[in-house]
């Protein structure tokens, strides 16, 4: 999705003025998604815009964004929403006079009603963007009242929708405003400067000092100066609500890697270990299981791989509590709510913490009396925000589009939460409980293990089935999330059609795909009963030629009638996530680099999905 920085700092504090400042930040922002890039910046009396469809590298080195020589400047990566991508559709906006340039995220309901009201007043519109109004009804209010900080409050009264606005004015010229309405925006404090952006990410080479904003807020910054002002137009202590993030910049960067993903993939013993021990400090766990105790019913909710931690999590708590858990897609949101009563529990898996339809599920669940606990990997975000307790994950952050760290953490936290819900239900012995947290304990060192183990084969797989048209992946049990979120990283990585199912369904359809060297993935658990059911269903597509592959421990179902073994640690059989899925991610990776596509910037995708 889009992506907003401004930074305004005191003339000369840089030689150079903020512009490559802008550029790197932009660049942070990259993994979001995007189609075009475009910065202003005041430069003297006026205002210069540069913008155009394409990768920002390019953009800035045609248009030559370092080259504005600025200290008060604000910059967007566009995912496309409304109107085409292209060079008019890139932000910023600005108004007729050219007084006001404005970036935007977010969707705009009643831009179709304001634009014809503009237009009627003589207002000339250059592109087919919602966002362009805002430059318009700011430059329309200002004519009244002379005054950037009171048009700007009207105008962004007058719109209705998501936004996340920053615009500059040559009225203010060291000023940037600022909005925030259901689209995350943060203020990043430094010396000398100031800044807002979408994502802290875009600010960590910055500072690390961050106000993350609420919907409502709105005000200014300037190079020395915070306004902060809520929903009501009240002011707002910003000093309240300063944070210091931990990441370093070293998280956010590629360090040597040639690409994020793998970087992340290796990463995960790091992100566990951090994990684990965030967990273990904080009360959130105790939290958060007084709420399931209090329950009727459990629900939980998430989209893309955050989903298949939830169904992870349901599984692991029917086996360990005897507790049916009532896993759904956030988007559908509206149909099982209706099920939601006074006192139900809802837990909205998220690691950015923003997606609208996780959100809109919380909300809808909180609305019906539901009490929420969220699992997220961004501190103050806006799922966390509206939940009731919030579980963190310590991933750091993910740049890579596709989640990788952050899912793996988010089934460690979820383990770790289903093991103390079953211990409180009485469900399992103290004992018992300490054996299953001693086995998490262990993951860290698993998902080092199966990294090891399993890179080299997922490199030479990759080659071997980059040219495969369809992909099944399958399992039993426990091991069917990390099967569907296998075959979704295959699916959004490597461009090959995969489909997860329970191997069970086989015979029901889909084995009618199945022919001379169809690629069909067993993620096969360390759990006898399972292993014995799965051997009949590796049976039944080698029997139609598929090429089988299994995912397993060392041992394992030796008379299985596999092609290719793909050995992982030998583990506790609840653990699957944690042995079984970096071979998937793996090889996903090597598939997506084989045939030459970027893994951090899947087609089509976006990182943080917040429209509907
Ligand atoms: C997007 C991303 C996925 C992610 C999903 C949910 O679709 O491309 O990788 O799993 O959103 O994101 P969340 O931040 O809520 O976990």
């Not at 952006?197 to 993350?212: K, N, Q, W």
Request: hydrophobic residues 40%.
């Amino acid at each position: 999705m889009c992506g907003i920085i401004g930074i305004t700092a005191m003339p000369h504090s840089l030689p150079r003025g903020v512009a490559s400042l802008i550029v790197k930040a932009l660049l942070r922002l990259e993994y979001r998604g995007y189609d075009s890039a475009g910065v202003a910046g005041i430069v003297g009396n006026a205002i210069v815009v540069r913008k155009a469809r394409g990768k920002i590298e390019e953009v800035s080195r045609r248009l030559g964004f370092k080259e504005i020589r600025s200290y008060c400047m604000i910059g967007h990566t566009r995912w496309a929403t409304h109107g085409i991508p292209s060079d008019n559709n890139a932000h910023p906006h600005t108004d007729c006079r050219n007084w006001f340039a404005v970036v935007h995220n977010g969707i705009l309901e009643n831009h179709a009603e304001l634009r014809r009201f503009l237009e009627e007043k003589g207002h000339v519109f250059r592109s087919d963007t919602d966002t362009e109004v805002l430059p318009h009804l700011v430059e329309d209010f200002f004519l009244k009242s002379e005054d950037v900080m009171e048009a700007f409050k009207k105008a962004i009264d007058a719109v209705r929708g998501s936004y996340a606005f920053a615009m500059i004015s040559v009225h203010e010229p060291d000023r940037i405003f600022y909005a925030k309405n259901k689209n995350p925006l943060v203020i990043g404090l430094g010396n000398g400067f100031n800044a807002v952006a979408s994502d802290i990410a875009a600010l960590i080479e910055l500072t690390r000092r961050i106000i993350v904003l609420r919907d409502g807020w709105h005000g200014y910054i300037s190079p020395r100066e915070i306004k902060l002002y809520n929903g009501r137009g009240e002011p707002v202590d910003w000093r309240k609500y300063v944070i210091t993030v931990e990441w370093s910049i070293e998280d956010a960067s590629k360090s040597g890697y040639p690409h994020y993903m793998l970087k992340e993939i290796m990463e995960q013993p790091v992100a566990l270990h951090n994990t684990l021990a965030g967990i273990k400090k904080d009360k959130a766990i105790d939290k958060a299981v007084d709420i399931l105790l209090d329950a009727e019913k459990i629900y939980v909710t998430a989209a893309g791989t955050s989903y298949h931690a939830g169904l992870y999590y349901a599984l692991l708590t029917s086996i360990l509590s005897g507790t049916l858990v009532h896993p759904f897609i956030a988007s559908e949101y509206e149909l099982y709510t209706k099920t939601i009563s006074e006192g139900d529990a809802v837990i909205a898996v998220s690691q950015s913490g923003e997606t609208m339809d996780t959100l809109n599920a919380v909300r809808e669940a909180k609305k019906r009396g539901a009490r929420v606990i969220a699992v997220s990997n961004i501190i103050e975000s806006s799922i966390p925000r509206e939940s009731n307790v919030t579980i963190y994950t310590r991933a750091g952050p993910e740049i890579g589009v596709a989640a990788t760290k952050t899912f793996t953490s988010q089934a460690l936290a979820l383990y770790w939460l289903s093991v103390h819900h079953a211990l409180a239900t009485g469900k399992i012995t103290r004992a018992e409980a300490s054996n299953l947290l001693r086995e998490a304990e262990k993951t860290p060192g698993l998902t080092r293990k199966a990294i090891e183990k399993t890179k080299p084969i997922a490199e030479r797989l990759a080659e071997k089935i980059s040219g495969a048209r369809s992909i099944y992946v399958l399992s039993r049990g426990i091991g069917v999330p990390v099967a569907m979120e296998g075959a979704l990283k295959v699916k959004e990585i490597g461009y090959i059609h995969a489909e997860a199912y329970p191997a069970g369904e086989s015979k029901h359809g889909p084995i009618a795909l199945v022919e001379e060297e169809f690629p069909v993935v067993f993620i096969v658990p360390n759990d006898p009963r399972l292993v014995d059911l799965l051997k009949g269903n590796i049976e039944e597509m080698k029997s139609r030629g598929a090429l089988t592959i299994g995912v397993l421990s060392t041992n394992t179902c030796s008379e299985c009638k596999l092609d290719i073994r793909i050995e992982t640690p030998t583990a506790n059989k609840l653990l699957v996530p944690f042995t079984h899925t970096p071979f998937m991610q793996l090889l996903s990776y090597y598939i997506a680099v084989n045939k030459g596509y970027d893994p951090d910037k899947p087609r089509n995708l976006a990182k943080t999905v917040t429209v509907e």
